[in-house]
């Protein structure tokens, strides 16, 4: 079987959709036997993504998320003979000659679109259209999958839960004082809580910067927040917020930090705190459990699913909830005991290989 997979997002961003896709077909490359697989670069984009003599890499000039893509991409495809084009950013080519899987990772642009720039509403609005026309549908939760089912419409018959994973990479490290490396590298002494994702709405961020204040102002501890991931859209309120309630001294932002610094960063914080609105799966959560880092999610989508009873749950409204629970972790050595060990048991739960073995068995299916 010829399989392509559309991996020009991950020239555009390293993060969220481009790494899911960098993780999958680097553990399908573990994975393959008698499969061939062209992967879909953007002519633009310099990197291997994966070197395994079964993988081909094929350029084409249209870009990630174009107005015009859907004229495009069928007439840069008509020289490829794949028998099945995975799109792992939603929207597949609507005129076609192949199968098509694509995967849905969350439809908070549904759910949430008050919270969409209008260029973003234009592209994620083909949902339904691509759902329609799609042959199968992989959902990276079963709060996911719900979602579509509820919202999009598609048959449960056509979607197929597929978990997610962590990047290997992340994991406890043994004999290092990864405070020490934190300090040294980002100059940041002592106790810390960590964020990790993109700055944008949906994450709800500004709400953990009123539970960060009133953490502060309550229990009066010497921590500092630390929040790495680069700039989304409508970012601007989180900002406004650091100056109103003058968090400047105490909000370090360190923009989008690479995967072997992040490692350091998990490993040495406190704490790692993610409130979000909604999401369809919650990676960095799950990468902060495999380092053994404590924990404290929203209570809402997939967190509970992915996160079980190994981090504390707090509503995402809840701003005195976030800070009460930050204080426990901070202050109980045994809890803060408890959940590390229970996150790294529950992140073994989940794996690439996994991940791409279930993937491939998809592949296969269609075939028939």
């Not at 199968?136 to 048959?155: C, F, N, W, Y």
């Not at 079980?308 to 005195?320: E, I, N, T």
């Not at 529950?346 to 690439?352: E, G, M, P, Q, T």
């Amino acid at each position: 079987m010829r399989i392509g997979i559309d991996a020009r997002i991950v020239y555009y961003s390293r993060a969220g959709i481009g790494q899911y896709t960098v993780q999958l077909i680097q553990a399908l490359a573990n994975v393959v036997q008698d499969d061939e697989f062209l992967i879909f670069q953007s002519h633009k984009d310099r990197m291997t993504l994966v070197n395994h003599p079964q993988f081909r890499r094929w350029s084409l000039h249209t870009p990630s998320h174009h107005r015009l893509e859907q004229l495009a991409l069928p007439l840069e495809m008509a020289l490829t003979d794949q028998d099945l084009l995975h799109s792992p950013d939603f929207i597949p080519p609507f005129r076609r000659h192949y199968k098509s899987v694509i995967t849905i990772h969350d439809l908070a642009f549904l759910l949430f679109p008050n919270l969409l720039t209008r260029e973003a509403a234009r592209y994620y609005g083909q949902i339904d259209m691509a759902a329609r026309l799609t042959d199968h549908i992989i959902a990276v939760s079963e709060s996911t999958k719900r979602d579509i089912i509820r919202l999009v419409g598609a048959p449960e018959r056509r979607i197929s839960v597929i978990y997610e994973a962590a990047n290997p990479i992340f994991r406890p490290l043994k004999g290092v004082n990864a405070a020490e490396w934190v300090r040294q590298r980002y100059g940041i002494p002592g106790d810390f809580v960590l964020f990790v994702s993109t700055i944008e709405p949906k994450k709800n961020l500004t709400t953990l910067l009123e539970a960060f204040r009133c953490l502060l102002d309550t229990y009066r501890l010497n921590v500092k927040l630390v929040i790495a991931g680069g700039r989304g859209w409508l970012f601007q309120d989180v900002f406004e917020t650091v100056q109103k309630r003058n968090l400047e001294d105490h909000v370090l932002f360190l923009g989008r930090v690479p995967s072997e610094e992040l490692l350091w960063l998990y490993n040495a914080a406190s704490v790692m705190v993610h409130p979000a609105l909604y999401e369809g799966f919650g990676l960095t959560p799950l990468e902060a459990m495999a380092c053994g880092t404590p924990v404290i999610v929203s209570n809402v989508s997939s967190l509970p699913e992915v996160v079980g009873d190994a981090g504390l749950l707090v509503d995402p409204k809840d701003a005195q909830g976030f800070a009460v629970a930050m204080w426990r972790v901070l202050q109980e050595p045994a809890l803060r005991a408890e959940l590390s060990e229970k996150g790294l048991r529950r992140a073994k739960n989940f794996s690439w290989e996994k991940t791409a073995r279930e993937t491939l068995a998809l592949y296969h299916r269609l075939e028939r």
